[in-house]
């Protein structure tokens, strides 16, 4: 008999002690929520300076950053030259400024090399590191003009698939913009980007032959009607590869949607966009187009007649 009441007793102990410790966390857990002021709260007993709390408050409104706004993938097609870490350094410090975005990097080789993958590695930056050869049968035509329009078909489609595989419809939020390595890009092109339902759109500065190719608005409403462009503004969409990005949820429901060879010249854009929208349900970003957060840069070939032995340059 006595030896029931205890046992009740110990059970009853046993609950209490559980309830208490719940209770505990959930305080624990809702103090998470102002970091900060706690922080600042018992910046004493934890013996933290003044800078340190500004850190601290500086890493929480990132993380906030974070969980409200959907991650970029940016897919930057590279290949080997004597500019390419130069370029590659430039971006990737632009993308330091971005701390949304996910880096995919495809380089036109065989295999990963080490000049790539020690600056991925370097540059603190949240990124995917793949390889796709682009084939000889189009590598042959180096001379032909031809050969401009099908750069990047290989790794852009590589970055698509991993794309694919990797993340979950419905789950992952995102927007995909095709980020080449050799243009100069304004850190806001990326805050345009969060605003995007399905393909937004902006100027490109220094393009086709003019100061810069922009979809036109109507005034009225506000849509796209049409395109200021070098070159054939009546293409369905007369945009540069670095004036729109793409929803994720697009990128991953159009699974059939890929760059091709058998696409005409300088149809690349247009018809890989004709996927996903039509001109009417382009996004204007960029304050109604009538911002340049993007250039064409284009870094002029180094006279290189000498090598010094042991240096990755
Ligand atoms: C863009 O244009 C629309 C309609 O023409 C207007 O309502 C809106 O305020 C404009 N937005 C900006 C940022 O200028």
Redesign the pocket.
Known sequence: MKYKRFAYLFVGLGVIVVIWKLSVLETSVSNLKTLPQALDLHKDQLELTQRQLMIFEQIHKKTNYFRNYPVIYAVTPTYWRHVQKAELTRISQTLQLVPNVHWIVVEDSDYKTDLVRNLLTESDLIYTHLNAKTPPFEKLKDKDPRWKRHRGVEQRNTALKWLRENLKLGKDKGVVYFMDDDNTYNVRVFQEMNKIKTVGVWPVGLVGGLNAETPV??????KVMGYRSGWRPDRPFAIDMAGFAINLDLILSRTDAVFSYKMEKGYQESEFLSYFTTKEQLE?LA??C?KVYVWHTRTEKPVVNGIVPGLEV
């Open positions: 608005l109507d005034k009225k409403t506000g204007p304050d109604n009538t």
